[in-house]
């Protein structure tokens, strides 16, 4: 069983549409984020929610919206998608509190904007 | 303010060299956590270690050895008698300590390891 896992795997599209990436994980953490990872391979998170609630939204534009319907799903709405936006789009989940574990990943969603 | 510094952007290595990926990191909290991951070419962000503030010992695990030092505010990472399977990309990560669900996972830039046969 995947611990967390994203869908799409590949997104191509064109200028101006709107995509969503969904994730999932199954491990049963209480917090989720997105990254996203440049083509320099610089890895930034975006948006962290802890228990369905949104905690973190880093300088994000507008355009980027995630949702949680629950602790175990985040996803990832874009809407009219810009040539910037291409990179590769990680899902992770984590359990934080008196010790702070590890994040696991999701295979990442490469996104590309034609 | 929290950063981690991977001053290494790419090492190139022959098959059985011993490497050392370099992490220095900067935190104001006294609580912290510090992460290795790696990035195969296949993409996926693969966990290597974690460790806490309040546990400076070293770790080793096979070829893989971590050393954690405070005082310098490193946590180096050292591979034994690399393989070319061991070509990829280093993250090192940094959080803070639980903060009512505020917590970030702050990246180092990444090294890049090349091993050549």
């Known amino acids: 069983d995947t611990a967390v896992s994203q869908t799409p795997k590949y997104l191509v599209t064109q200028m101006g549409n709107d995509k969503s990436i969904k994730c999932e994980q199954n491990?049963?953490?209480?917090?989720m984020y997105w990254y996203k990872q440049d083509s320099k391979k610089f890895l930034k998170i975006m948006f962290s929610?802890?228990?369905?609630?949104?905690?973190i939204n880093e300088t994000v534009p507008n355009r980027f919206s995630p949702k949680s319907p629950d602790k175990a799903h985040l996803n990832l709405h874009i809407n009219s998608l810009e040539l910037g936006d291409s990179a590769v789009y990680f899902c992770a989940s984590r359990q934080l509190g008196v010790s702070n574990t590890e994040a696991f990943f999701g295979q990442g969603t490469r996104l590309t904007v034609v | 303010a929290q950063k981690v510094t991977q001053a290494q952007t790419e090492i190139s290595v022959v098959e059985k060299e011993d490497v050392t990926l370099d992490c220095v990191y900067e935190?104001?909290?006294?609580?912290?956590?510090l992460f290795w991951y790696k990035q195969p070419p296949s993409g996926e962000l693969v966990f290597l270690i974690r460790?806490?503030?309040?546990?400076?010992q070293n770790e080793i695990s096979g070829r893989y050895s971590w050393n954690f030092q405070k005082s310098t505010s490193s946590f180096n990472f050292t591979i034994t008698a690399s393989q070319v399977v061991d070509s990829a990309v280093y993250f090192c990560?940094?959080?803070?300590?639980?903060?009512?669900?505020?917590?970030?996972?702050?990246f180092g830039a990444g090294t890049r390891l090349a091993v050549h046969p």
């Open positions: 460790r806490n503030s309040f546990d400076e």
């Open positions: 990560a940094l959080s803070g300590p639980f903060s009512g669900g505020y917590n970030k996972l702050i």
């Open positions: 491990l049963g953490h209480d917090t």
């Open positions: 929610y802890n228990n369905k609630e949104l905690i």
């Open positions: 935190t104001r909290d006294t609580t912290y956590y």
